[in-house]
């Protein structure tokens, strides 16, 4: 067997055994500062993800770096309180093996969040931008010895966020009169934010908003055929000159925070249409 298929059957049979015979329907990835969801999360199961074989600590700020098994929406999810970064310094199998925990414990749905710096000027601190599309700009999880257990060797990324979960979330956000937006992310790998520069090349690439996660597992629930949604907090704006603006990590993670219970909302309506 494939080392990387031990490891991750290891850690989902560990991690299995704790939930009391729960099946997740949902899997839930909060980022940096979005983790009042978990707060909502009925009759929860906390597992660290350090008591689970192969798991390192979360070390990026705001991210608890705990799985969450409970009831939100009258549907079983599983939520990762935090997640791994290529920046922390972990290898992409690392990066995405609680993704492919998830599959394996039997998700059709991820709905993955992040907080990010936004170059589309009508953008806001503390709008929500549902992801239509993205580009990737951090290593691919799927470069090496193709896991055939997941998927194919070569999946389609045509449409990676799913099109009715959009519809669904777009007609949820009007009835609950919360703007969102909608527009392309980029993820690079940090651990810097960006300069003027790179935030000028990132727009006429035509991406509204810039991070330094999520695409990885995007890529990994793809590979299974598991359906995603995601959506950005914007905390953060780009800037044009070198001299008028310093990006905080806290204010970052504090202007998450704000923005999450508006995000937690759409989830939980999202979650009960299903």
């Keep these: 067997m494939d080392p990387r298929m031990a490891a991750i059957e290891a850690a989902a049979e560990a991690l299995s055994a704790r939930f009391s015979g729960r099946k997740p329907v949902v899997g839930i990835i909060l980022g940096s500062g979005l983790g009042r969801l978990a707060d909502e999360i009925e009759d929860p199961i906390v597992v660290p993800f350090v008591e689970l074989p192969g798991f390192p600590a979360a070390t990026a700020v ?41 599959i394996l ?16 000027k009508s953008f806001r601190i503390g709008d929500l931008m549902l992801i239509r599309d993205h580009i990737n700009l951090l290593p691919n999880p799927l470069i090496g010895p ?19 979960l ?34 000028a090349f990132y727009a006429s690439m035509g ?33 044009e000159n070198e001299d008028d603006y310093i990006t905080d990590e806290n204010e970052i993670v504090r202007q998450a ?13 999202l979650i009960a249409s299903l």
């Design 62 to 102: 705001g991210h608890k770096g705990n799985f969450i098994c409970g009831f939100l929406g009258g549907k079983c999810v599983l939520a990762m309180q935090g997640r791994y970064h290529f920046y922390e310094g972990y290898p992409m199998d690392t990066v995405v093996l609680p993704i492919r925990i998830m």
């Design 146 to 164: 193709n896991l055939d257990r997941f998927g194919t060797r070569f999946p389609d990324m045509t449409c990676a966020y799913d099109l009715e």
């Design 257 to 269: 925070d704000l923005a999450s219970r508006k995000m937690t909302a759409l989830f939980r309506a």
């Design 166 to 199: 959009q519809e669904r979330m777009l007609a949820i956000a009007a009835r609950q009169k919360v703007e969102l937006r909608r527009g392309i992310y980029v993820s690079c790998s940090g651990p810097t934010y960006e300069t003027p520069a790179e935030y």
């Design 207 to 239: 991406a509204d908003n810039v991070g330094m996660s999520m695409t990885p597992e995007v890529i990994v629930a793809r590979h299974a055929g598991v359906r995603v949604l995601g959506l950005s907090i914007i905390t953060d704006l780009a800037h």
């Design 105 to 120: 414990l039997g998700i059709g749905y991820l709905f993955s969040s992040n907080a990010t710096g936004a170059m589309n």
